[in-house]
């Protein structure tokens, strides 16, 4: 779903690491109500970019706007996220992990029941975490980073590791979200994946956005795996 305008936009963002740089003028635009993929092999600087779009990290130079306005600590609360899958407690229920982060995000206690039956887990409340798939342990994870309601959500490799059932899962539970009123930014290097789940993708290899737009245009003479390769090794032969 599109309903028109940007709810990210990032120009021109660089960022360095000594003398490595990991992102060179990435220019990137989500716009409002879709499923954006960022997809990219491993050490591409997904997982870099996801951290400077949740104000875990500072870039070198660029521009980054969020729901229309220049990035700051007002915009970053309308955003929700996870880079990697964040450490839960593992003796401490499900309800009790949100019963926590309620009180920090100074949202009702009654949204942490919600956001577990939303998510599936209504039934595994009361059980400890210790006990809990990884697939639930995602789940559980975007529970919390959606219990303040935002209105990007930015997940880096949220089906990393699970089996098939829990990645039906995963796509099902991301798909709906658009519908709900979050725009949802997703990175991989699982390029089945994300021509299931997104409306346009970023492509980012060796640092830069070597293509934006489509899922559809990745592919090279109807091959998306054989058009992604391309576009990763033309970037390379650039360097």
């Known amino acids: 779903m599109n309903t028109g305008g940007y709810e990210l936009e990032v120009i021109e963002l660089n960022q360095r690491f000594g003398s490595h740089q990991v992102l060179k003028d990435v220019t990137i635009r989500v716009r409002r109500g879709e499923i954006y993929g960022l997809l990219g092999p491993n050490g591409a600087g997904k997982s870099t970019l996801m951290k400077i779009l949740l104000g875990m990290q500072r870039p070198r130079s660029g521009r980054i706007l969020l729901c229309g306005a220049e990035q700051s600590r007002e915009t970053l609360a309308q955003v929700g996220g996870m880079v990697e899958l964040p450490g839960l ?69 949220p089906t990393n590791g699970l089996d098939p059932g829990g990645i039906r899962q995963m796509r099902d539970l991301i798909r709906a979200l658009p519908e709900e009123g979050t725009t949802v930014l997703i990175s991989s290097h699982n390029l089945p994946e994300i021509a299931q789940i997104c409306d346009r993708v970023g492509v980012l290899a060796e640092g830069r956005i070597v293509y934006e737009g489509p899922v559809a245009g990745v592919g090279y003479q109807g091959d998306l795996e054989e058009g992604f390769l391309r576009l990763v090794e033309a970037a390379k032969t650039r360097e």
Do not use: C, Q
């Not at 407690?89 to 100074?106: Q, V």
């Open 89 to 157: 407690w593992e003796n401490l229920t499900g309800a009790e992990h949100m019963a926590i982060h309620t009180r920090l995000r100074g949202t009702p206690r009654e949204r942490g029941t919600e956001e577990l039956i939303r998510f599936g887990l209504g039934d595994a409340r009361d059980v400890k975490v210790k006990k809990y798939s990884l697939g639930m342990r995602w789940r559980l994870a975007i529970g919390i980073a959606m219990l303040h309601r935002p209105r990007l959500l930015v997940l880096d490799e």
